[in-house]
């Protein structure tokens, strides 16, 4: 190989790296918020459909009904309930009505997610 060549193939390995290393930092980004919907499956009614539909999150289902220790540890009092984290920290919960109903909307909590994320910049 001639120096030319070994500078285009450096040019190519930097591009790849650089791309590797854009890819990890915008998925640590979305990794940092974590929507939690904590119901049951005798609560399934009012299973909070429009969870699915939040951006830049992970979004999870936890059944308290079959896990008693995240019940406990996050103090789940009603169902549906709502938490927002970041970075494994609670920053919001919305919990349901006396109804089991989820009062809050997508939009109130899509907001606090945005929130959440501008509160980085």
Known sequence: MNKDQDI????????????????????????QIEV?????????????????DLSDCEKNYIDVGTDNAAQKKHQ????????????????????????????ATRKEVQQKIDDVLMSDF
């Not at 789940?76 to 009062?103: H, W, Y």
């Open 8 to 31: 285009v193939g450096w040019k190519i390995f930097g591009v790849y790296l650089l791309i590797l290393i854009l890819v990890m930092l915008c998925g640590s980004a979305y990794g």
């Open 76 to 103: 789940i009092a009603s169902l549906p309930t709502i938490i927002i984290f970041k970075d494994g920290e609670e920053v919001k919960r919305f919990q349901a009505d006396l109804s089991f109903k989820m009062v």
């Open 36 to 52: 939690v919907q904590f119901n049951a499956e005798w609560n399934k009614a009012n299973k909070v459909e429009w969870l699915n």
